[in-house]
């Protein structure tokens, strides 16, 4: 499974992004997705996550500004960020648990697009 995510940039604090993910390969089925990001210095956090059946899970300081959104016939994972804040900056990543061809289920990650927010 292949994971290509777009859409970082530079943005000022107060402006919006919205990052796109797209899965490709021998995909079966799809249990989840999400994004996490990791700023420098510090640990990987998820930030958000759809799981199968409709339920969305936020960390608490993206709550109200971030969404999740998800196109499943084109495998494909939004994240509309608005009001951005400085301490969004970090490398965003999404990922997949999924069942491909040859493979159980299996979490995959992609290369990961920055997010710049400048003050």
């Known amino acids: 499974v292949q994971l290509q995510a777009s859409g970082g940039g530079l943005v000022q604090a107060g402006e919006s992004l919205r990052l796109s993910c797209v899965a490709s390969g021998s995909i079966r089925s799809i249990n989840g997705m999400g994004w996490y990001r990791q700023a420098p210095g510090n640990q990987r956090e998820l930030v958000g996550v759809s799981i199968n059946g409709g339920s969305f899970y936020y960390h608490s300081s993206v709550k109200g500004r971030f969404t999740i959104s998800r196109d499943n016939a084109k495998v494909a994972l939004y994240l509309q960020m608005n009001m951005l804040k400085p301490e969004d900056t970090a490398v965003y990543s999404c990922?997949?648990?999924?069942?491909?061809?040859?493979?159980?289920?299996?979490?995959?990650w992609g290369q990961g697009t920055l997010v710049t927010v400048s003050s």
């Open positions: 990922w997949v648990e999924a069942v491909t061809e040859s493979e159980p289920a299996a979490g995959y």
